[in-house]
């Protein structure tokens, strides 16, 4: 006959005399097994068609309470983020001739197509290529920045940003300190680059390098989780006197379609977005795990009759605690989510900024569900970074 550990653990207990376990509290059972049936499916995958998360409708776009009064009575297009990226480069651009556009084949439209007849519209002196040097290429940026220029360098994948570090960590982000009262900096500086897994990228095009960034006094880190989102925050972003690390979800590209606004307009950097309220536990997340958080939200809300709050980070340094911690502070309970390795990562920030900030109202320890702390194997990619079931 076989024991489970549990099981012989528990008559050694009764060997050595030791009293038995107390029993479930009530109302809550002990289970070793699944309660699922073999057939259920919690990884189902995203329907971005149905999601919560994206404007469907051009109402509910323009509902939005954070647009610009202009752009709430301004048409909308269906566009996918790359588009919404693409919308918001050439909106740029033309707004400001200080605006410039280069990276490694932007010129004739990127690898995901952000820059696509950009060149063409706006000429080679502002839309250009740059040599496979991505040193070079941030390091030109800055430069241009501190002349009083507004560029906008792209990584072609964030895996390869780098060789860049050392310029922004040492250059970038030091500028202003180091000028003094002169007042050079190289504010109006944004990196752009796609990040995170898309199924099939392997140990070279599937990091999310983001968490490296946020210990970095001087930047802003974005990441945006939709196209309107996208659009707002990179104009917000250009417009920003802070250099910023721009990194969008290259999963998202083609996968989020929404309606957004054909005018300009910004959207706060720096500030949280409350998606859906709740009282019973907080979720944290940003980017594209905010899909999959919907996804979870929605199963635990079925199978446990639970009320989720869900919150969009948006800029992920320097980021908006205020909003984090009012919300624990209500629920009593906080699971933050990434992509990225759990080690060091955002996730462990915000979980010790909700413990110094709410520990005397926190009901369960604070839970971080994130991507192992491992290189992306190509077969295992998607074991590796979080599905519903992890939730």
């Given at each position: 006959?076989?024991?489970?550990?549990?099981?012989?653990?528990?008559?050694?207990?009764?060997?050595?005399?030791?009293?038995?376990?107390?029993?479930?509290?009530?109302?809550?059972?002990?289970?070793?097994?699944?309660?699922?049936?073999?057939?259920?499916?919690?990884?189902?995958?995203?329907?971005?068609?149905?999601?919560?998360?994206?404007?469907?409708?051009?109402?509910?776009?323009?509902?939005?309470?954070?647009?610009?009064?202009?752009?709430?009575?301004?048409?909308?297009?269906?566009?996918?983020?790359?588009?919404?990226?693409?919308?918001?480069?050439?909106?740029?651009?033309?707004?400001?001739?200080?605006?410039?556009?280069?990276?490694?084949?932007?010129?004739?439209?990127?690898?995901?197509?952000?820059?696509?007849?950009?060149?063409?519209?706006?000429?080679?002196?502002?839309?250009?290529?740059?040599?496979?040097?991505?040193?070079?290429?941030?390091?030109?940026?800055?430069?241009?920045?501190?002349?009083?220029?507004?560029?906008?360098?792209?990584?072609?994948?964030?895996?390869?940003?780098?060789?860049?570090?050392?310029?922004?960590?040492?250059?970038?982000?030091?500028?202003?300190?180091?000028?003094?009262?002169?007042?050079?900096?190289c504010g109006g500086l944004v990196v752009r680059m796609p990040t995170g897994?898309?199924?099939?990228?392997?140990?070279?095009?599937?990091?999310?390098?983001?968490?490296?960034?946020?210990?970095?006094?001087?930047?802003?880190?974005?990441i945006p989780r939709s196209p309107v989102q996208a659009k707002g925050l990179?104009?917000?972003?250009?417009?920003?006197?802070?250099?910023?690390?721009?990194?969008?979800?290259?999963?998202?590209?083609?996968?989020?379609?929404?309606?957004?606004?054909?005018?300009?307009?910004?959207?706060?950097?720096?500030?949280?977005?409350?998606?859906?309220?709740?009282?019973?536990?907080?979720?944290?997340?940003?980017?594209?795990?905010?899909?999959?958080?919907?996804?979870?939200?929605?199963?635990?809300?079925?199978?446990?009759?639970?009320?989720?709050?869900?919150?969009?980070?948006?800029?992920?340094?320097?980021?908006?605690?205020?909003?984090?911690?009012?919300?624990?502070?209500?629920?009593?309970?906080?699971?933050?989510?990434?992509?990225?390795?759990?080690?060091?990562?955002?996730?462990?920030?915000?979980?010790?900024?909700?413990?110094?900030?709410?520990?005397?109202?926190?009901?369960?320890?604070?839970?971080?569900?994130?991507?192992?702390?491992?290189?992306?194997?190509?077969?295992?990619?998607?074991?590796?970074?979080?599905?519903?079931?992890?939730?």
């Open positions: 006959m076989r024991f489970q550990a549990s099981s012989l653990s528990f008559l050694r207990g009764l060997a050595a005399g030791k009293p038995p376990p107390p029993p479930p509290r009530k109302g809550r059972l002990r289970r070793n097994y699944s309660t699922h049936p073999p057939n259920a499916r919690l990884n189902a995958p995203i329907d971005f068609s149905k999601t919560p998360l994206l404007h469907h409708t051009s109402q509910s776009c323009l509902a939005n309470p954070e647009l610009d009064p202009s752009a709430r009575t301004s048409r909308t297009r269906q566009m996918n983020l790359f588009q919404a990226v693409n919308d918001a480069l050439s909106t740029a651009l033309a707004a400001d001739e200080r605006v410039l556009l280069f990276g490694e084949d932007v010129a004739f439209g990127g690898v995901f197509r952000c820059s696509m007849n950009l060149a063409v519209q706006f000429g080679s002196e502002r839309v250009f290529n740059t040599p496979l040097s991505e040193q070079g290429i941030v390091g030109f940026a800055i430069g241009a920045a501190a002349e009083g220029m507004r560029p906008i360098a792209e990584i072609q994948f964030a895996d390869y940003v780098f060789p860049a570090f050392d310029q922004l960590v040492n250059e970038a982000a030091k500028y202003r300190y180091r000028a003094g009262a002169t007042g050079i900096n897994a898309v199924g099939h990228g392997a140990l070279y095009h599937s990091q999310s390098p983001e968490a490296l960034f946020t210990h970095i006094p001087g930047l802003r880190v974005v990179l104009l917000a972003a250009v417009a920003c006197n802070d250099p910023v690390v721009f990194m969008e979800p290259k999963i998202l590209y083609r996968s989020a379609v929404e309606q957004v606004p054909t005018t300009a307009y910004t959207l706060p950097l720096s500030k949280a977005e409350i998606l859906r309220p709740g009282t019973d536990v907080t979720l944290i997340s940003y980017g594209h795990p905010l899909y999959t958080c919907s996804a979870a939200l929605a199963a635990a809300e079925r199978d446990f009759s639970i009320s989720v709050e869900l919150i969009d980070l948006r800029t992920i340094y320097p980021w908006d605690r205020e909003t984090v911690i009012e919300s624990v502070r209500k629920t009593g309970r906080a699971v933050i989510v990434h992509e990225s390795m759990l080690n060091a990562g955002v996730g462990a920030e915000v979980a010790a900024s909700i413990q110094e900030g709410a520990f005397e109202r926190l009901e369960a320890p604070v839970r971080r569900v994130a991507g192992w702390a491992t290189h992306m194997g190509l077969v295992y990619e998607r074991f590796i970074i979080p599905d519903v079931a992890k939730y």
